[in-house]
């Protein structure tokens, strides 16, 4: 079965400071996709950044860029520049397949950012 | 705003009452997902509609029943809850892999408190 791990429950940032954010996860898939979801208090979960597996290229959405390692199954969010308001719980998501996408999630990351 | 609206976004009902909870999505999107996110558990993942078919069931209790009238609503009916059934409950669509989309965008959730 495919999980997701995300080993560090909680991490503080400086505003302005670079974090990174980790991941794995395990699957026997070659072609899949990987994500990561922000959900600040608000609760509403929102899109940060998405990684095709098939892509060697690493995505980057602005101040968020990910270093995907497909052998290693590790998908880690870099945050650079940080800002007070990414101050929120970081899930990294896989989508295990079928014709619909099913996303399994991680346990979350809670990020603090310090002005 | 996402595009995704749930209502309502707090309910408390004690074990014997029914209600419903309800989302609907302006996106135009082809799939609909009920997950239920726990204190300190990954977010999990309950039914997936696709055009208005249920093509998952991930072994939840018959005291939750998944309507989808349409490809833009979709409901969860609630029936004789335990408490262990309060959580947050987000709702979320996606375009499907079949266009080449697969991340899930999310509503704000219902929290559920059961009494």
């Known amino acids: 079965a495919q999980t997701v791990t995300q080993s560090q429950p909680e991490m503080s940032v400086q505003e302005a400071e670079t974090v990174t954010l980790s991941c794995t996860y395990d699957?026997?898939?070659?072609?899949?996709?990987l994500f990561w979801y922000k959900q600040p208090p608000s609760r509403q979960m929102i899109l940060v950044i998405r990684?095709?597996?098939?892509?060697?290229q690493n995505a980057t959405e602005n101040r968020f860029s990910v270093n995907f390692q497909k052998a290693a199954k590790s998908f880690s969010l870099k945050i650079s520049d940080s800002q007070l308001g990414d101050a929120a719980m970081y899930f990294c998501a896989y989508d295990r397949g079928g014709s619909q996408g099913n996303l399994i999630f991680g346990k979350g990351t809670k990020l603090s950012v310090k002005p | 705003e996402t595009g995704v609206t749930q209502t309502p976004r707090h309910l408390v009902m004690g074990m014997t009452n029914k209600k419903s909870l309800k989302c609907e999505q302006h996106l135009g999107h082809n799939a609909m997902y009920w997950y239920k996110q726990s204190a300190k558990k990954p977010l999990e993942l309950m039914f997936v509609?696709?055009?208005?078919?249920?093509?998952e069931n991930n072994s939840v209790p018959s005291r939750f029943s998944p309507e989808c009238p349409n490809s833009s609503h979709l409901f969860l009916h609630l029936h004789t809850l335990q408490p262990e059934d309060s959580a947050l409950y987000l709702c979320a669509s996606s375009q499907g892999r079949m266009q080449g989309r697969t991340e899930a965008f999310f509503g704000q959730g219902t929290r559920l408190t059961v009494v």
């Open positions: 699957t026997s898939e070659s072609d899949y996709y």
């Open positions: 509609y696709s055009l208005e078919e249920r093509v």
């Open positions: 990684q095709e597996a098939y892509k060697q």
